[in-house]
């Protein structure tokens, strides 16, 4: 599992964003919130969502 980017619990592994909903709630209010999911959602099904990781050599695509 992945963890949340500001209070770092756990987050699923499926999930397309990398915080939870309370601090993304709280960040965004709830309307942006659920906008920011649902796009970055629709974005994955079309496949125009990619994932980046830190390797030690700087980012690098990982395709999931």
Same mark, same amino acid.
């Given at each position: 599992?992945?963890?949340?980017?500001?209070?770092?619990?756990?987050? =699923?592994? +499926?999930?397309?964003?990398?915080?939870?909903? @309370?601090?993304? =709630?709280?960040?965004?209010? =709830?309307?942006?919130?659920?906008?920011?999911?649902?796009?970055?959602? +629709?974005?994955?099904?079309?496949?125009?969502?990619?994932?980046?990781?830190?390797?030690? @050599?700087?980012?690098?695509? +990982?395709?999931?």
């Amino acid at each position: 599992m992945k963890k949340c980017i500001y209070c770092g619990t756990e987050v =699923v592994d +499926e999930s397309v964003i990398d915080f939870c909903r @309370k601090c993304g =709630v709280g960040v965004f209010g =709830v309307k942006m919130f659920d906008a920011i999911v649902q796009n970055m959602e +629709e974005a994955r099904e079309r496949g125009d969502l990619c994932h980046m990781r830190m390797d030690p @050599k700087g980012f690098s695509e +990982e395709k999931r």
